[in-house]
């Protein structure tokens, strides 16, 4: 392959990575609950702003069969509860195909931060020849009494949130530290992206898209954490926002490919209504 024709497809790869960014989904429709209740959640791999396709969970290079979850739990007041036998295989039908998903119901009952914890089993993508595997946190509040919202999960790679990811006006700002094995990545490449559709938990779907981007750029935001692995970023919308840390997970190659293993965690931002 010649320089001219090598630049080109480098520069292609780049250009379709960053607007087609790969996320994890953990998602239920409200994260601050006035009291407790079973909450529906959705395991989905797509793209949350642009939804050009959705990939199937645990798909592998070397199998047709796709690999379950090697995770899933929720730490409530610091106990730590096994919710793998929760998971439901379902399809998962985004705007331009369906893939292989989850679903699941949690009781969340008791006061406090239930943290929620998905470890996919390491996806194949095709056209690069790499595997992504996404340690997942999504972060659910009953009736306003914080317990383990700010506490590490223990997970080879993590973002701890710096601020309450349940309890984020419209406009404010999301800060977290980037952590691999406990200890915090200086300058970890961090992805953001709004969750630009309403998603359907009844057709297992995703809805239509509220918001244009004006570039590509917009689609997936792109920025880096500090010396000691902290990141600030401003929410100008409510709604879902999720964040992920490319490759800052200690495991580097599955199935003698490489590895991509990234720590997301989505976090929700509330619009400030009129008092009634």
């Known amino acids: 392959m ?3 024709v090598l630049t080109t497809a480098i520069a292609a790869t780049v250009l379709t990575t960053g607007a087609f960014a790969h996320f994890q989904m953990l998602y239920t429709p409200n994260t601050a609950l006035t009291k407790g209740g079973t909450v529906e959640l959705l395991h989905a791999f797509t793209h949350p702003f642009a939804d050009e396709h959705t990939m199937d969970m645990g798909k592998q290079h070397d199998s047709k069969e796709f690999t379950a979850p090697l995770e899933f739990f929720v730490i409530n007041k610091e106990k730590k509860t096994d919710l793998l036998s929760t998971l439901k295989d379902i399809t998962f039908k985004g705007s331009h195909n369906t893939a292989h998903a989850y679903r699941s119901q949690y009781k969340a009952r008791r006061m406090g931060d239930h943290v929620l914890v998905m470890v996919p089993a390491p996806y194949y993508e095709k056209n690069e020849d790499v595997y992504i595997q996404q340690v997942t946190k999504s972060i659910i509040n009953v009736a306003g009494a914080p317990t383990d919202w700010d506490a590490p999960a223990g997970l080879k ?8 990811p349940y309890a984020i006006w419209e406009g404010s700002n999301f800060t977290g530290i980037v952590m691999s094995n406990g ?10 992206e709004y969750l630009n559709r309403d998603v359907d938990l009844k057709a297992n779907a995703m809805g239509k898209s509220r918001y244009e981007a004006p570039q590509d750029s917009f689609v997936t935001m792109g920025m880096k954490a500090n010396k000691d692995g902290e990141f600030t970023f401003s929410i100008p919308k409510a709604g879902f926002w999720g964040f992920c840390a490319l490759g800052s997970g200690p495991d580097k190659e599955y199935k003698g490919k490489e590895l991509s293993q990234d720590a997301v965690i989505w976090v929700e931002a509330k619009a400030m209504k009129p008092a009634k």
């Open 183 to 192: 200890k915090p990545v200086p300058f970890a490449e961090i992805e953001v």
């Open 2 to 4: 010649n320089k001219t």
């Open 157 to 164: 790679t993590e973002i701890v949130p710096l601020v309450k």
